[in-house]
């Protein structure tokens, strides 16, 4: 695997390794993984008189073919909210349509269902409600009761931090002993903040949460909760 702009960190025994395209790779399995795409989220707010320029499915179709290609990924798993709504796979333009259906069948390709997708949607591929991959959970969202690893979305982590005079927030993975949530993957997704109360909560139980940053050479880590002393 060619490991460009990646930088390593351990998980669940594992070494992984987390770029600023916010996408994270998984060495052991050849895999490339993925959260909140939101296809086609665009063209839903067209639907409803808000018109935005109608290219995002484009931009993120190409920067994931991008990333399949230089980190040679063989397995692809998109941890759902894949597209905005489950009429999304049918609005998408034949471009976007005919990129998808190319990657699809570069890779094996496996779609972990969120609350936006319908549940046996027509994009090609594996579609599945969620996953067990060498004892890691793959889920969209992150469930409290799970006691094995687990990898998820839906929450859109974003580090939010103060510096010189301004605030600056870059999207981020959010890691706890056991679970760890991936940045929004889409061009068109916004962020929450990486300590809100709501992503803290599914992180437990936890002794210490971390929000992970990667950087030019490593793989930054900030602090968000630490249990209190027995």
Same mark, same amino acid.
């Given at each position: 695997?060619?490991?460009?702009?990646?930088?390593?960190?351990p998980?669940?025994?594992?070494?992984?390794?987390?770029?600023?395209?916010?996408?994270?790779?998984?060495?052991?399995?050849?895999?490339l993984?993925?959260?909140?795409?939101?296809?086609?989220?665009?063209?839903?707010f067209?639907?409803?008189?808000?018109?935005l *320029?109608?290219?995002?499915?484009?931009?993120?179709?190409?920067?994931?073919?991008? =990333?399949?290609?230089?980190?040679?990924?063989?397995?692809?798993?998109? =941890?759902?909210d894949?597209?905005?709504?489950?009429?999304?796979?049918a609005? =998408?333009e *034949?471009?976007a349509?005919?990129?998808?259906?190319?990657?699809?069948a570069?890779?094996?390709?496996?779609?972990?269902?969120g609350?936006?997708d319908?549940?046996?949607g027509?994009?090609?591929?594996?579609m599945?409600?969620?996953?067990?991959?060498?004892?890691i959970?793959?889920?969209?969202?992150?469930?409290? #009761?799970?006691?094995?690893?687990?990898?998820?979305?839906?929450?859109?982590?974003?580090?939010?931090?103060?510096?010189?005079?301004?605030?600056v #927030?870059?999207p981020?993975?959010?890691?706890?002993?056991?679970?760890?949530?991936?940045?929004?993957?889409?061009?068109?997704?916004?962020?929450?903040?990486?300590?809100? *109360?709501?992503?803290?909560?599914?992180?437990?139980?936890?002794? #210490?949460?971390t929000?992970?940053?990667?950087?030019?050479?490593?793989?930054?880590q900030?602090? =968000?909760?630490?249990?209190?002393?027995?």
């Amino acid at each position: 695997m060619v490991l460009l702009s990646f930088a390593p960190f351990p998980f669940a025994g594992q070494e992984w390794l987390l770029g600023p395209a916010r996408a994270l790779v998984w060495p052991a399995q050849q895999a490339l993984l993925v959260a909140d795409l939101h296809l086609e989220k665009a063209s839903w707010f067209a639907r409803t008189g808000q018109m935005l *320029p109608p290219y995002d499915s484009r931009e993120t179709l190409d920067r994931l073919s991008a =990333l399949i290609s230089h980190t040679g990924a063989r397995r692809v798993f998109c =941890l759902g909210d894949n597209f905005h709504d489950a009429h999304g796979p049918a609005r =998408l333009e *034949p471009r976007a349509a005919e990129r998808l259906a190319a990657l699809a069948a570069r890779v094996d390709w496996v779609w972990i269902t969120g609350n936006h997708d319908e549940k046996d949607g027509a994009a090609s591929g594996t579609m599945l409600a969620e996953l067990e991959v060498d004892g890691i959970v793959l889920r969209h969202e992150a469930q409290a #009761s799970e006691t094995r690893p687990e990898l998820s979305g839906h929450f859109h982590p974003c580090l939010r931090l103060a510096t010189r005079g301004r605030r600056v #927030s870059r999207p981020c993975a959010v890691m706890s002993e056991r679970k760890l949530i991936l940045p929004a993957f889409g061009a068109l997704t916004g962020g929450l903040d990486a300590a809100h *109360p709501a992503l803290l909560k599914a992180m437990q139980p936890a002794r #210490s949460i971390t929000a992970l940053v990667p950087t030019a050479a490593r793989v930054a880590q900030f602090p =968000l909760w630490q249990a209190a002393a027995a």
